[in-house]
Protein backbone atom coordinates (compact mmCIF):
# COMPACT_ATOMS: atom_id res chain seq x y z
CA UNK A 1 0.00 0.00 0.00
CA UNK A 2 3.02 2.17 1.11
CA UNK A 3 4.06 1.73 -2.47
CA UNK A 4 1.18 2.28 -4.51
CA UNK A 5 0.18 5.41 -2.53
CA UNK A 6 2.96 7.32 -2.58
CA UNK A 7 4.99 6.82 -5.88
CA UNK A 8 7.93 5.52 -4.86
CA UNK A 9 9.52 2.02 -4.58
CA UNK A 10 10.43 0.69 -1.48
CA UNK A 11 14.34 -0.22 -0.89
CA UNK A 12 14.75 -1.36 2.23
CA UNK A 13 12.04 -2.89 5.12
CA UNK A 14 12.43 -4.25 8.77
CA UNK A 15 9.96 -5.37 10.98
CA UNK A 16 8.67 -6.68 14.56
CA UNK A 17 5.70 -8.89 15.41
CA UNK A 18 4.64 -9.97 18.40
CA UNK A 19 1.88 -12.89 19.90
CA UNK A 20 1.37 -10.88 23.16
CA UNK A 21 -2.24 -11.14 23.53
CA UNK A 22 -2.68 -14.11 22.15
CA UNK A 23 -4.71 -16.87 24.21
CA UNK A 24 -1.75 -19.82 25.34
CA UNK A 25 -3.53 -22.09 22.92
CA UNK A 26 -3.80 -19.94 19.60
CA UNK A 27 -1.35 -19.46 17.61
CA UNK A 28 -0.73 -16.02 15.25
CA UNK A 29 0.77 -12.86 15.86
CA UNK A 30 -1.75 -9.70 16.80
CA UNK A 31 0.58 -6.95 16.24
CA UNK A 32 3.86 -6.13 14.08
CA UNK A 33 5.67 -2.48 13.43
CA UNK A 34 7.65 -2.07 9.84
CA UNK A 35 9.76 0.35 9.10
CA UNK A 36 10.32 1.15 5.38
CA UNK A 37 13.18 2.84 3.52
CA UNK A 38 11.93 4.24 -0.01
CA UNK A 39 14.06 5.17 -2.67
CA UNK A 40 13.53 8.88 -2.74
CA UNK A 41 15.19 8.99 1.09
CA UNK A 42 11.55 8.95 2.36
CA UNK A 43 10.55 6.84 5.37
CA UNK A 44 7.28 4.93 6.14
CA UNK A 45 6.46 3.49 9.15
CA UNK A 46 3.28 1.23 9.19
CA UNK A 47 1.58 -0.56 12.30
CA UNK A 48 -0.96 -3.02 12.36
CA UNK A 49 -3.13 -4.07 15.36
CA UNK A 50 -5.35 -7.18 14.82
CA UNK A 51 -6.52 -7.02 18.54
CA UNK A 52 -10.18 -5.96 18.50
CA UNK A 53 -12.09 -6.47 21.63
CA UNK A 54 -15.88 -7.68 21.16
CA UNK A 55 -17.16 -4.30 22.69
CA UNK A 56 -15.14 -2.65 20.21
CA UNK A 57 -17.28 -0.68 17.51
CA UNK A 58 -13.93 -0.10 15.53
CA UNK A 59 -12.63 -2.23 12.78
CA UNK A 60 -9.79 -1.96 10.20
CA UNK A 61 -8.71 1.36 11.78
CA UNK A 62 -5.58 1.78 9.16
CA UNK A 63 -4.16 4.96 8.47
CA UNK A 64 -1.97 5.71 6.09
CA UNK A 65 -0.21 9.11 5.92
CA UNK A 66 2.45 10.72 3.51
CA UNK A 67 4.46 13.25 3.95
CA UNK A 68 6.33 15.12 1.70
CA UNK A 69 7.81 18.36 1.32
CA UNK A 70 4.79 20.78 0.61
CA UNK A 71 2.18 18.50 3.04
CA UNK A 72 0.73 15.42 3.75
CA UNK A 73 -2.29 13.63 3.26
CA UNK A 74 -4.07 11.10 4.99
CA UNK A 75 -6.54 8.56 5.41
CA UNK A 76 -7.85 7.36 8.58
CA UNK A 77 -10.85 4.95 10.17
CA UNK A 78 -10.72 2.29 7.46
CA UNK A 79 -10.78 5.12 4.65
CA UNK A 80 -14.08 6.92 6.33
CA UNK A 81 -11.63 10.40 6.73
CA UNK A 82 -9.17 11.96 4.72
CA UNK A 83 -7.55 14.91 4.46
CA UNK A 84 -4.88 17.18 2.76
CA UNK A 85 -2.66 19.13 4.34
CA UNK A 86 -0.46 22.50 2.57
CA UNK A 87 0.76 25.69 3.15
CA UNK A 88 -2.19 26.77 1.60
CA UNK A 89 -4.32 25.14 4.56
CA UNK A 90 -6.12 21.93 5.54
CA UNK A 91 -8.37 20.43 3.27
CA UNK A 92 -11.04 17.50 3.99
CA UNK A 93 -12.67 15.07 3.03
CA UNK A 94 -10.36 14.55 0.11
CA UNK A 95 -13.05 13.99 -3.37
CA UNK A 96 -12.15 10.63 -3.88
CA UNK A 97 -15.20 10.29 -6.54
CA UNK A 98 -13.02 10.10 -9.42
CA UNK A 99 -11.89 7.07 -8.01
CA UNK A 100 -14.62 4.81 -9.15
CA UNK A 101 -13.12 1.65 -10.61
CA UNK A 102 -11.76 -0.68 -8.11
CA UNK A 103 -8.78 -2.70 -8.78
CA UNK A 104 -10.76 -5.72 -9.38
CA UNK A 105 -12.60 -4.60 -12.59
CA UNK A 106 -9.18 -4.10 -14.27
CA UNK A 107 -8.20 -7.58 -13.80
CA UNK A 108 -11.76 -8.47 -15.36
CA UNK A 109 -11.07 -6.34 -18.35
CA UNK A 110 -7.25 -7.94 -18.91
CA UNK A 111 -8.54 -11.29 -19.33
CA UNK A 112 -12.02 -10.50 -20.95
CA UNK A 113 -10.79 -8.30 -23.15
CA UNK A 114 -6.66 -7.88 -23.11
CA UNK A 115 -7.57 -4.43 -21.48
CA UNK A 116 -3.77 -3.00 -20.04
CA UNK A 117 -3.14 -3.03 -16.55
CA UNK A 118 -2.67 0.45 -14.27
CA UNK A 119 0.47 -1.32 -13.11
CA UNK A 120 3.57 -3.40 -14.65
CA UNK A 121 3.67 -7.15 -12.77
CA UNK A 122 6.94 -6.06 -11.55
CA UNK A 123 5.55 -3.02 -9.86
CA UNK A 124 2.22 -5.02 -8.32
CA UNK A 125 4.26 -7.51 -7.10
CA UNK A 126 7.28 -5.79 -5.60
CA UNK A 127 5.94 -4.65 -2.40
CA UNK A 128 5.06 -8.46 -1.80
CA UNK A 129 8.33 -9.47 -2.46
CA UNK A 130 9.90 -7.09 -0.19
CA UNK A 131 7.12 -7.82 2.72
CA UNK A 132 8.04 -11.50 1.92
CA UNK A 133 11.49 -10.67 2.80
CA UNK A 134 10.97 -8.49 5.94
CA UNK A 135 8.58 -11.39 7.62
CA UNK A 136 11.85 -13.96 6.75
CA UNK A 137 14.26 -12.03 8.63
CA UNK A 138 11.67 -11.59 11.49
CA UNK A 139 11.52 -15.30 11.24
CA UNK A 140 15.04 -16.26 11.16
CA UNK A 141 16.52 -14.04 13.78
CA UNK A 142 15.52 -15.59 16.84
CA UNK A 143 16.58 -12.81 19.23
CA UNK A 144 13.73 -10.19 17.25
CA UNK A 145 10.92 -13.11 18.24
CA UNK A 146 10.85 -11.50 21.85
CA UNK A 147 10.64 -8.11 23.10
CA UNK A 148 13.76 -6.21 24.23
CA UNK A 149 13.77 -4.60 27.38
CA UNK A 150 16.31 -1.41 27.50
CA UNK A 151 18.12 -0.65 31.08
CA UNK A 152 18.58 2.91 32.18
CA UNK A 153 21.26 3.38 33.89
CA UNK A 154 20.64 4.24 37.65
CA UNK A 155 21.03 7.97 38.88
Do not use: C
Not at 22 to 28: A, I, L, M, Q, W
Not at 82 to 95: D, I, S
Not at 104 to 132: D, K, N, W
Amino acid sequence: MVEHAAGVRIRTIDGWETALGVPEKGEGRLAGAVQIALENGGLATVIMNYLNFPASKVRNNETLRIFGTKGFVESTDGGTRTRLVTLAGAFEPLNTSAADTDYFSFITAHLAMGAAMPLSLEEELHPLRMLLQAKQNIRSEPARKSSVQLELPQP
